[in-house]
């Protein structure tokens, strides 16, 4: 069965039965739980951002692709009203009105953090405090966050699953061998398009640790997206056109047409490896960023889910950090000055395969490709984080909440981005043994 992954995942220290069975025993009940909630399911994004690099060719022609608007009293108000105080810009926001804000507990830290400053302070010097701290903390971000602009919307992700939506051709193909170019380090968009035979195939013996790993996150990323059209396919769709309801549900003849070595010219195997190497660096990511999440609120304004969601992730931190053999993320960027050039060209080109997702043609598909790159630009973010190293290293994650500098800081959308990121990970995973039985 050519999807029977075996052995050892290439660049990581642990093998591919080990991580499904601790995803799928694990991980992966824990998610279905915690994602359903009102916390995680409302995504802030920006899906009307015109794409930067050509002309948008296709917009949302097909049927499937449509993003269902989410009813504005759905909503928790908590989310709407307080939770924007907690976001790492709104925090900046060192205003007058933010001080009036005593309900809302994380303004009053920052407010004691910056307890130094002086109230009286002139607006124009407000407003450079909050544009060096806008790009201090910028400076950090693997991922362009575009939730604070004008067209930004709440989306519900339950009402609009990641399945198959018909997206395919030149448009798709263009957005694909644009990321995948991105790590040409020397190349750029222009070339791209001027390679039209350009398949992401790549030689890893030549290439050094970090163009790898660039690599085979992206590629696990195309095989998690992949995998999620065949395993949610439309099997049978209402000849009405205006009527968006099927019947969906898994595709082992289009899975085996994407994966299988003989239509891949042996690739596929490869491909579905690279999966389980994007799940290890995001494992790592949760796992670094343990003691940080298990601080927040997770504030919706519903005080008994609030709870529960604490309780919950709790819990699902302590199972992700009782996993023994995580990615080392110290492998990359460890030899000198090289290094420092390097992780700053790394950091550019995530940030622009987040630009490159405002030019999808399908709002579907746009709406879980933001998401799952703002998810990894966040684990990459977590990652190499100097000032994440240096809150741990201060041991401040021992003091009380309100003692705590908030050296690091993560905002809602960008820790639902992460969760929901790693929930897709962990469901293709999960799919795949279904493939891998009915193959067998
Ligand atoms: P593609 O998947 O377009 O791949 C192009 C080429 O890349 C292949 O020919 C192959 O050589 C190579 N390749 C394929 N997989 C890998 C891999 N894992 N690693 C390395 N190389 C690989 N469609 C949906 O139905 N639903 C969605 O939600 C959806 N979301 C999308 C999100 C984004 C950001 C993009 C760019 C596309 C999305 N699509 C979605 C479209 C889908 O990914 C495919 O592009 C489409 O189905 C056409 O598939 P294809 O067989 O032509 O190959």
Known sequence: CFCELEGSINDCSCDVDTVDHFNNMKVY????????????????????????????????????????NCEEQAIPQGIKEKGEHRDKTASFKYTKEAQVDRSCSEVEDFDSALGFLDTSISDQAHK?????????????????????????????LLLNPERYTG???????????????????GGNIDTANKFSSYMPHMDLRDVCLEQRAFYRIISGLHSSINIHL???????????????????????????????????????????????FIYLVELRALAKAAPYLRREDYYTGIAEEDEEVKLAMHDMLSVIESFQSHFNENALFSSGIASIKFKHDYKEKFRNISRIMDCVGCDKCKLWGKLQTQGLGTALKILYSEKLNLA??????????????????????????????????????YEMENFRRVLR
């Open 29 to 68: 009940p824990r998610l279905q739980s915690l994602l359903v909630k009102n916390f995680f399911r409302f995504y802030k994004v920006n899906l009307k951002q015109d794409c930067p690099f050509w002309p948008d060719d296709s917009r949302c022609a097909m049927r499937f692709c449509q993003v269902e």
């Open 128 to 156: 450079e405090f909050e544009l060096w701290a806008k790009h201090d903390e910028a400076e950090e971000d693997f991922c362009i966050v575009d939730d604070h602009d004008a067209g930004a919307q709440y989306v519900d």
């Open 167 to 185: 997206y395919r051709g030149d448009s798709a193909h263009r957005i694909w061998k644009s990321i995948y170019l991105e790590n040409c380090f």
């Open 230 to 276: 065949c395993s949610k396919y439309l099997l049978s769709e209402s000849k009405d056109f205006l009527d968006p309801q099927g019947v969906w549900g898994p595709n082992v003849k289009e899975f085996k047409q994407r994966f299988s070595p003989e239509t891949t010219s042996g690739e596929g195997p490869h491909w579905l490896r690279n999966l389980y």
């Open 392 to 429: 741990t290293e201060s041991g401040i994650w021992d003091k009380p909440h309100i003692e705590a500098d908030p050296i690091f800081r993560l905002s809602r959308t960008e820790i639902v981005a992460l969760f929901n990121a790693f929930g897709r990970l962990s469901n293709s995973i």
